[in-house]
């Protein structure tokens, strides 16, 4: 049975995830950012579907395992595009887009044969369900390591767009966030909590980009010593020019 907190929780989320749908169009950041406007779109589509197959027939039921791994291995991939066009904005003045993408692609390919070689020799019936489950795990694993490596990246490049500063913070966080999530399951499996941390993190991506299209321009820029911490020990400050 569904408690009050579980209405709540899916509503917040759809709330979000359109309202920053909503902020980026004004902001005028929807074509630019459009990997990450389609993730938005589809998790409040994926997230209405979960909510009303787990309210027809129950978190137990077979329905509902399936379309909510399914739709999170789709979710997952969606937000490994996010996370490579973010790569693409950061490597932009050095022209490398091509091999940015040809390069996430090849990984992308490398972690579902991976996920594919750890089920094979399950039956039949279930390595499709085992596969989709391996692969979003394995990308959220990969999508932690590459959020911290592009953080590397623009510290090193003294990126200095604080909108996308703040869009690739925001997605380090929420794959650390997830990774302690997995960590803690491990270690304690049956506390009752966890059945609120996936939904309270997914809320948490679409208020921090809501927030960052709505509160920062897109001109706007960081002081690079604010950044990389190597150009002396000014406070950051942003240069709305």
């Not at 909590?193 to 208020?207: H, K, S």
């Amino acid at each position: 049975m569904l408690s009050p907190a579980d209405y709540v929780l899916a509503a917040l989320g759809v709330l979000l995830d359109a309202f920053a749908l909503v902020c980026s169009i004004r902001s005028s950041s929807f074509k630019r950012y459009f990997a990450l406007n389609l993730f938005l779109a589809t998790n409040a589509v994926v997230a209405i579907l979960n909510f009303a197959t787990l309210r027809t027939y129950g978190f137990s039921s077979r329905q509902y395992f399936y379309f909510y791994f399914y739709g999170d291995a789709l979710l997952t991939i969606f937000l490994f595009c996010v996370l490579i066009s973010l790569y693409a904005h950061v490597f932009a003045e050095l022209r490398v887009g091509k091999y940015v993408r040809g390069g996430a692609m090849l990984l992308l390919v490398c972690t579902a044969l991976v996920s594919l070689k750890a089920v094979v020799g399950a039956e039949h019936g279930r390595m499709l369900t085992l596969f989709v489950v391996d692969l979003s795990q394995n990308l959220y694993f990969v999508g932690l390591v590459l959020a911290y490596v592009l953080w590397g990246a623009v510290m090193k490049l003294h990126e200095t767009r604080t909108q996308l500063i703040q869009l690739v913070l925001s997605l380090g966080v929420y794959f650390s966030a997830f990774a302690a999530f997995y960590a803690l399951t491990n270690l304690y499996p049956h506390n009752a909590l966890w059945q609120y941390a996936p939904p309270l993190l997914t809320i948490f991506l679409p208020a921090a980009w809501a927030y960052t299209f709505s509160q920062v321009r897109e001109d706007a820029r960081l002081a690079v010593a604010s950044v990389s911490g190597s150009a002396g020990m000014r406070d950051p400050v942003a240069d709305h020019r």
